[in-house]
């Protein structure tokens, strides 16, 4: 089955907007083995939204639309849509209920404007929404689908979990391959370095489909393999991705869409391990990635983001003299702030970070970028120094990554490098 | 000038990659007045390219290309533009150069497959990269130009403010109208209710545009004006901004590319108030925020991630009757929590936020979503309670904007929503 994705939205064109939806749904489908061809966006123009719904119609199976069906005057997807299969528009009683009952429920006035978003064409079954007025459209004609959804990404969310992926699971039926996507996220190495680790690509990837795919916090592997069944296909990435874990296992911190941050609070979780984290340079950061789990008040016992030297020394009881003599941003400094944490709140482990993300604060010694992490037990106090670069939101992400890749390691046991 | 955004990656396709690269292009041609006609995501497939290429040279002067010139066998980029402009590869010696200076600065050892990303198509004028080996190319033919960077977003970046909008800005001569955009933010409002305060929208406009663009920040307002010149639009602009802000204005906390954390942040240094934070539920996200910016020392002293109880005692001296009494997600432990990490800071203002952000912890009195915030300084205390939803991540969020917003208010003296 081949797949487009129109997103329209003028906010989308210029920039206004990321465009998570069509990264969203393109994740979603390809999930269904649905070959996602081509993601396209235009603005809310009747002309544009005629011209690419003839072309994707065309060349495609399935189409999923998102944006411009809101109650405000910029909204026309519904009524092109309409143009489109030259259907008319018809008030639909559940949608109007469903709105009114909305609005009861919130305890605000319906406003006339939101009365105009139960009319919807003849043609389309509607998708009830749950989190907002707008309903979804879904439309099957000539052996093939469109599926309208509101751009609000929880409203679309909602609509592909609850109705157009089940609808799309039922209508795929069997095919002569099976294809599967293996994700492998490394941490704390280089994309040509690990390229060069793999040696002849092609001869060890044997018909496998293999993508690298570098940012900020880390490269990830992406492996493709079509065979003929399930299990084939099942044992031919598990063949490779030992094959990989065998030179690179030490960077790998997780599958597909894991986490870091994850990834740790499920190693301290089954552990049974306790930690307090003491921030400088990353502001919260750390703990806020923490926290974003639910459970993770079972291993995050406490957080202090000491910005300021006195915060350092009145709650981590950090030694005056030693920032004094080694700099607020130092090996000695972060090895008291882990210990210091760890005392405080009576934690298994303690971990720090203090470092200049810039653009101001480098000197010749530590330039922007110098980053010292701490991480300390029962046993003592490792700490580790980084060099990254020059910009500040770019090194606060490489940083946070860092640390919570040197609490994974140290639960692990792997020694951290040199 | 017309212009078409192409990003290549399967990564983009598949959505394993959020296209930020596209988010910012649009944005910044926008600025330039450049006309976004589109937006398209393809994957590293020849013919697909090459398609693409056909259909987006024949309908625009401008073509911006980002992704598939890394150094590994699934980039196919630069030789498919060759092949498209029938154009011969030849090995830049500044490329060569560049890449090889990159490797010994970094005291790594070149790869072999990095010397590959020298060769450019002929056609083609080089824009050096300096965060990364993959060159640039810049190919102008027959009145029209095609730009194609590397999909790294921060070489993508270099490139696009270093070489390529100065070369458009260059090449855009004034035409006979002037268009000009504002978007002011908003946030604490939905938008029905603002939409509904402007009355009859398109009399308001008298030939404006605008749009409205919820999500879980707040609803932007976004205004485009098409005037003879630059006085005039600015003037018009003006007005509208002016008129919106009589019936909206406590809303309204910034405009364009504001941040609330950076609003927040210039409102304390230029008052010269320091602030301290006590963060429960937001588990650091409220100060790792503010600390975004440089500069941030200056007003935050200091952040505590207080998620356990005993570190709400131990740290900020909340009485454990009170815990005991009201529970941890009260306005009495807010109240507390606020008084408390003033006090150990010595800073002007004390904020703190306590609530269960779910998916567990809820309670009929107080369900998943309850949040209470509280803010203090010299004169005293205030709480307000909030009730978002069910979303874990949504919720923090709305609850991290929520408290940025009372310290903006309580700042500039506008009184909290009852």
Chains 1, 2 share one sequence.
């Not at 009830?128 to 409203?155: C, D, Q, S, Y």
Request: charged share 25%; proline share 2%; with cysteine.
């Amino acid at each position: 089955m081949k797949a487009q994705i129109i997103t329209i939205g003028d906010e989308l064109l210029i920039g206004q907007t990321l465009n998570s939806n069509a990264t969203y749904i393109g994740k979603v489908l390809t999930e269904l083995q649905i070959d996602v061809q081509k993601q396209v966006v235009i603005g809310d123009d009747r002309q544009e939204i005629l011209d690419e719904l003839s072309s994707a119609w065309a060349k495609n199976d399935l189409i999923i639309i998102t944006g411009g069906l809101g109650p405000t005057h910029d909204d026309i997807t519904c009524q092109t849509i309409a143009e489109f299969f030259n259907a008319e528009l018809e008030k639909n009683d559940d949608v109007l209920t469903d709105i009114k009952e909305r609005f009861a429920r919130l305890n605000r006035t319906m406003a006339q404007v939101n009365e105009s978003q139960a009319m919807v064409p003849k043609i389309a079954a509607v998708i009830r929404n749950h989190n907002g007025t707008a309903p979804g459209l879904w439309i099957e004609k000539e052996n093939k689908i469109m599926a309208v959804m509101p751009g609000v990404p929880f409203e679309m969310k909602q609509m592909m979990t609850g109705f157009i992926l089940p609808k799309l699971s039922e209508k795929i039926t069997g095919g002569n391959t099976v294809t599967k996507r293996l994700t492998l996220l490394t941490t704390g190495i280089a994309e040509s370095t690990l390229f060069t680790k793999f040696g002849d690509v092609k001869e060890f990837l044997q018909g496998a489909k293999l993508a690298f795919l570098p940012s900020q916090f880390g490269v990830k592997l992406s492996l493709t393999v079509t065979e003929k069944d399930d299990e084939s296909a099942f044992n031919k990435l598990n063949e490779l991705e030992q094959k990989i874990r065998a030179f690179a296992g030490r960077y790998i911190y997780g599958k597909d869409d894991d986490d870091l941050a994850e990834v740790v609070g499920n190693l301290l979780n089954e552990r049974g391990l306790t930690i307090a984290v003491a921030e400088s340079c990353t502001g919260g950061n750390i703990c806020s990635l923490l926290t974003n789990y639910s459970g993770s008040s079972k291993y995050l016992e406490r957080g202090v983001v000491v910005y300021s030297n006195a915060a350092k020394v009145e709650i981590l009881n950090v030694d005056e003299d030693v920032i004094t003599n080694f700099g607020a941003v130092s090996k000695e400094v972060a090895k008291q702030m882990a210990e210091g944490v760890k005392a405080i709140s009576g934690t298994d482990l303690g971990l720090s970070i203090t470092g200049i993300l810039g653009p101001t604060g480098g000197s010749v010694e530590k330039p922007v970028g110098t980053v010292f992490i701490g991480i300390c037990n029962q046993n003592g106090c490792i700490t580790q120094k980084f060099n990254f670069g020059d910009d500040r939101l770019l090194n606060k992400q490489r940083a946070t990554q860092a640390a919570l890749d040197i609490v994974r390691k140290h639960i692990l046991g792997i020694p951290l490098d040199a």
